[in-house]
């Protein structure tokens, strides 16, 4: 089973999305119902954050969750995450084409991974929780 890294009892999260991701997401789920996001890492489309059914993805012990965003849980594989672990990810929708079996794919839109490094303090708070 997955690692749960989403932070409880801390105004800090580990991943977001912007508002353009947001109504993305709410489109995607009205069309397949319940979805999950993974980023594994690599190359090509493995380093793009990926929209998948939740059904159709099964998230392996390396896995870790990051939090949700827009109701979904979003996953990282744990080598991923140890170049990331300081970071908030930002996931944005940007016109484009979306990974080869990513959900978006065909909206014209794709999903993207944005960063921004942790504060001190938002480190410290991330610790604690």
Same mark, same amino acid.
């Given at each position: 089973?997955? &690692?749960?890294?989403?932070? +409880?009892?801390?105004?800090?999260? +580990?991943?977001?999305? &912007?508002?353009? =991701? ?6 995607? %789920?009205? %069309?397949?119902?319940?979805? $999950? ?10 380093? =793009? ?12 012990? /390396?896995?870790? %969750?990051?939090?949700? /965003? ?25 016109? @484009? ?7 978006? +794919?065909?909206? @014209? $839109?794709?999903?993207? &991974? +944005?960063?921004? $490094? ?9 610790? %604690?929780?």
């Amino acid at each position: 089973m997955a &690692t749960d890294l989403t932070p +409880r009892n801390s105004a800090v999260s +580990r991943v977001s999305a &912007t508002p353009a =991701a947001l109504a993305l997401i709410d489109q995607l %789920k009205e %069309k397949h119902g319940a979805l $999950l996001f993974h980023q594994s890492g690599g190359c090509c489309d493995g380093s =793009a954050p990926m929209c998948f059914p939740a059904n159709e993805f099964i998230v392996g012990d /390396i896995d870790v %969750k990051l939090g949700d /965003i827009g109701g979904v849980p979003f996953y990282m594989s744990q080598s991923q995450f140890a170049y990331w672990e300081h970071t908030h990810l930002v996931i944005d929708a940007v016109p @484009g084409t979306g990974g080869m079996f990513s959900l978006e +794919r065909p909206t @014209g $839109l794709r999903f993207l &991974t +944005r960063s921004r $490094l942790y504060t001190d303090d938002e480190l410290a708070a991330l610790q %604690k929780a």
